[in-house]
């Protein structure tokens, strides 16, 4: 009868309350909240993974292209092959795990609100999302526009928000981060973490109800 209800509320253009009535549907332990806090960490490993390919590939190209390169440089040639390979690997293998979870979202209030915003296919500009990114010193907080369009002419790199291996931010930032500096930022935005729990309660707002606090 609820889902009914919601179908109603879409049909009559009110989605919004419609995912209002989903949310307040989920107890404070649902299961299910678990799986979307999953699948946004799964999402932005996704996303890491396809920016450093895409900024890897850049630089790759650009050495590629230069004359005379010194030993030094051809020996980062070699080394971004070798990574480009492992990345496209990598990312190979986790898409598929994502789909796999993302079909095996519960059934339920949230999975109806999760199907009914990813059916809009510019879910993820929403304010919050946006807001968020420009907060962590994403391009959302300049006027490159990287987040609003495809940034790999080819398709291959996946639509989203700046990780930390954005290379507008890279170049932007001047500096690579160290393994220390990224497993440090990583923590402040776990959404496993349970010091990071008003975040990603706003996160799972925002990634799968397209709501905001």
Request: one cysteine or more; glycine letters at 8%; a neutral charge.
């Amino acid at each position: 009868m609820t889902s009914k209800f919601e179908n109603l509320l879409i049909k009559l253009g009110k989605q919004r309350w419609a995912q209002h009535l989903r949310r307040t549907q989920l107890s404070a332990n649902d299961t299910s909240t678990a799986w979307a806090k999953d699948i946004i960490t799964m999402d932005t490993r996704l996303r890491e993974l396809s920016q450093r390919l895409l900024y890897i590939r850049e630089e790759h190209k650009a050495l590629l292209e230069s004359d005379d390169l010194e030993a030094e440089e051809q020996l980062q040639v070699i080394q971004w092959q070798t990574e480009l390979e492992d990345l496209a690997r990598r990312y190979w293998h986790l898409e598929r795990e994502f789909y796999r979870r993302e079909a095996s979202c519960p059934e339920g209030p949230l999975r109806r609100a999760y199907v009914t915003w990813k059916g809009n296919p510019e879910w993820y500009m929403s304010r919050y999302l946006r807001d968020d990114c420009a907060g962590r010193g994403g391009c959302c907080g300049r006027a490159c526009g990287c987040c609003g369009r495809p940034r790999d002419a080819e398709g291959r790199v996946r639509l989203g928000h700046c990780t930390i291996e954005c290379g507008c931010c890279r170049r932007v930032r001047g500096f690579d981060l160290t393994a220390e500096d990224k497993v440090r930022y990583q923590k402040l935005f776990d959404c496993g973490l349970k010091e990071n729990e008003v975040l990603s309660d706003a996160m799972v707002l925002a990634y799968v109800f397209g709501l905001e606090g």
